[in-house]
């Protein structure tokens, strides 16, 4: 294969005044990463670049939700400019449901006018995922100017479990692909009715053993594997679309197959037609990879330089452009009330943690009240949940109790907290709580743990409180002391902090706590805390 | 299926104010013809559309190059003003090539800066079949500038036999498609390096079932399946997609595979997204069919309007916008000198006509002498060929002989002639030649034959020298007296004319005729007709 400057020019018997003999290897196209949120690897765009090239990542479809919610265009800028310039192509899609509830306070709110000044943006390709699919049958204006603005560009989806007619008539508002499908029935329901179906196996959700019986009957070119989230942590033990094609392969893919899915099909789906193949005109991106099977990376190339070998980096990543971005920790403190809770009445409407689930339960309990306060009780798995507003100073501090999070020391805090990202606390001690509170603020964001008066471990997020400055190695490391200390609390689950920065969401069933309040999240209404 | 306006809304169990039943029949989307040149039916475009709508034909990619040839910006405008407001959908490619060679005398001359004024029309798709990779290959910058011109749009490709790193430098230049391969291995090799490959099976040339065991081993969607070139025999005789789909499930090809070859598979590599395919938001374009072998065609809808049933057009074609084309024959009869060819030597160059071919033979041979001057003998299968310019009154008459055309009496004449569409002439005697020619002249073009001083049958094509203002069964049945006295010439070539108009074609091997005389077709350069 001949490539001169950027680009593939031919397939033959050409001699080249550089030539690299790859025998035994196999040549392929470099990976597409069709849909992920930068932001859930906690890593700004360049040292994601970083961490993702060596993996033979050489393109990515991002959707900057996350920043969007807390920064709103000056968000989306600064994803876009850091991401000119690096060793890898980011392509984005514009957030298209900054707020995503309302029953939130986020950071910014894009409407089809603020949508519309990126459009025409060369490395924009549409409009990302429309989650809000209530507001597409409803037929809601708002919603529907959002798709008009981005007319005859690649418009994503995004409808978990959305069936018969009214998913025929989300496809007919526009809507082009979905990455929710949690079954075989359902990823062919989308199919035949002409999306392209994004099988997502990330972080916070995997679907790839499910829908691979679909992928193996009909190997379609409708049919893309994304991961939508990839943690530091996963991101630096796992890797990144490499660990996708293992576990296809795993799954009985087809290798090529396989391969197809994270390079020529997501690269046709979104119309960058010179990606995802080999052949004269296309982009001299490739993987090269040891066998079809452990899918070991032994050479990246983008844009015909070689740019990571061996699983390390080897072009240089160019110093990130100096982006004036606003510190974004805004929080009331003049109005701090603290965080005792009053008791109104006996018992509570309080969350119920779904081990593994995104999804919570609901129940009423009898809580315990100690000097006229309703405190929580480690000894029957009752903590207390915080989600601190800290955008515009509203001062508002949404208060309430979980159950069965297994939390028995101390207090967790997160300023990562879909999807308006306030800060979230959940503790069995309000002194440790504040202290987690007041430092997370003080560290412009971050993750962290608080026993007995002291941070035991945390990891600042500057970066919008949703990202480091750091690299994956460093993140990784921080995050695994964060997880030791985790340990120290009691709580067993796995993963306390992603369970954490869920609670707050009030887009997934059924009870979440938001900075104003507690969310009745099917009756799309707010909860008082007490019974009445 | 649910259908509202102009577009499917939904797959799944509706009730609407009017209901199809249609038990026990085939939906397939609406037949997409990926590449022809509508002249080449002798039809205007709204007799053409006439003609194929009632076979299943709801979207054709025209490429009008041969009247472009003829009237240049003229010939293109009339060709997309009398599509609009068909009840099918005419998609253009703007030709790329016109002319197609120096060594004739067309109508005009299309560079970069003309081709550009159509390429942002909204039924303008891209550049029509770059059909002169030569110029591509040496890097002519006129070439490069229409390749630059149509940046961002489809650049159709026309390579017959380029391979290796011909082929491969063809493609880095922007072509994308082909319709060329004659063989397996041709087309997989144009597949293999990226391209989508148009299996052609129309009137002039047939190469389905010589790809049909690549379809059947890929069934792969870079695969379309046009016509190129469908005559009005034909076209009245077999139809249009239909005959292509049954032709292809002869030829061993899955009917499912077939049907996407001439809808979803074209549409997508035209960019055409909201056609080829029965989904939300597709066009209601649909032919509903009784089987999958027959593919008898019984109702076409066009943008949810049935449009045709049971091989009949239901919906009224609006009528053709008066659309001022100029007159096309501008011979110099004041220049004429008359046919006769003064003998200046023993031998002349002679083409050598092969059956059945396009490409010709070449031979000298010793020509009979009469009064001085060198004439056809029929006794030796020696005829007279005669090219008369008639677009620019330049007075230019080619004069030749031909070998092995088998007219025995009078003479055939035809202002369609590749590409120039000059006058072209056959015969055995000069008063019938003549007469021929100059009916033709005041006929403003059309096809006939002249026997014993008498115009036998004539279908005149008033439209540019190319297309008849009549309807298809009209057309169809002027071919026949056509055909019958052909016979009475006593020509056995079952399509004369067809054989006759590319005899003035210098772009196929090895001698042709021009207005210009002689043309070396390999050594791209004119040659006398007498021996040196």
């Not at 393109?59 to 920043?67: N, Q, R, S, W």
């Not at 597409?136 to 018969?164: M, N, S, Y």
């Not at 049919?223 to 942590?233: A, E, F, N, Q, Y």
Request: contains cysteine.
């Amino acid at each position: 294969m001949a490539v001169a400057g950027d680009k593939v020019v031919g397939i033959g018997d050409y001699r080249g005044k550089r030539e690299v003999d790859l025998s035994g290897a196999y040549l392929a196209p470099g990976f597409v990463e069709g849909h992920i949120h930068i932001e859930s690897s906690m890593l700004a765009p360049a040292e994601f670049a970083r961490a993702v090239i060596p993996h033979g990542t050489t393109t990515v479809i991002a959707d900057p939700h996350e920043l969007a919610n807390v920064l709103g265009l000056e968000g989306i800028n600064y994803m876009i400019e850091q991401s000119l310039g690096l060793p890898m192509t980011i392509y984005f899609m514009i957030p298209s449901c900054v707020p995503s509830s309302p029953l939130e306070t986020s950071g910014a709110a894009l409407s089809a006018r603020e949508i519309h000044y990126f459009v025409n943006e060369e490395n924009v390709l549409g409009l990302g995922e429309v989650m809000n699919w209530p507001s597409v049958l409803d037929g809601e204006q708002a919603t529907l100017d959002k798709l008009l603005a981005t007319e005859g560009k690649r418009i994503d989806g995004h409808c978990p479990g959305l069936r018969g007619k009214d998913l025929n008539a989300y496809i007919l508002a526009g809507m082009k692909s979905d990455h929710e499908s949690v079954s075989v029935e359902e990823a062919r329901e989308k199919l035949r009715l002409g999306m392209h179906v994004m099988v997502r196996e990330g972080s916070t959700a995997r679907n790839l053993e499910t829908l691979a019986p679909l992928v193996r009957e009909l190997s379609h070119v409708r049919m893309s594997l994304i991961t939508d989230d990839k943690h530091p942590v996963e991101l630096a033990d796992e890797g990144h679309i490499d660990c996708l094609l293992r576990r296809a392969v795993a799954c009985g893919i087809d290798p090529i197959t396989a391969i197809q899915m994270v390079t020529l099909n997501p690269a046709k789906y979104f119309g960058t037609s010179h990606i995802g193949g080999i052949a004269p005109r296309y982009y001299a991106d490739f993987a090269v990879l040891e066998d079809l099977k452990g899918f070991r990376v032994t050479q990246v190339y983008h844009r015909g330089r070689l740019v990571a070998g061996n699983g390390r980096m080897l072009a240089e990543i160019p110093a990130a452009p100096a982006t004036p971005l606003r510190a974004s920790m805004n929080v009331n403190w003049a109005a701090w009330k603290g965080l005792g809770i009053p008791a109104e009445a006996k018992r509570v409407h309080a969350i119920v943690y779904q081990p593994g689930q995104l999804t919570t339960g609901r129940t009423l309990l009898e809580i315990d009240v100690r000097d006229g306060m309703a405190v929580a009780n480690p000894q029957r798995d009752i903590a207390k949940l915080a989600v601190v507003e800290r955008h515009r100073a509203t001062g508002n501090v949404g208060l309430g109790f979980i159950a069965g999070f297994g939390l028995k020391r101390g207090a967790i805090a997160s300023s990562v907290a879909h999807d308006a990202h306030n800060i979230i606390c959940l503790g069995v001690d309000d002194a440790d709580m504040e202290l987690a509170i007041r430092t997370i603020s003080d560290l412009e964001g971050g993750v962290l743990i608080a026993i007995d008066g002291e941070v035991r471990a945390s990891l600042p997020l500057p970066i919008g409180g949703l990202m480091s400055d750091r690299p994956l190695d460093e993140v990784r490391a921080m995050m695994s002391n964060l997880l030791d200390a985790a340990r120290e609390t009691g709580c067993t689950n796995p993963d306390p902090f992603t369970a954490l920065s869920f609670l707050a969401l009030p887009v997934i069933p059924s009870l979440k706590l938001t900075d104003l309040g507690l969310a009745d999240v099917e009756g799309f209404r707010h909860l008082p805390l007490f019974e009445q």
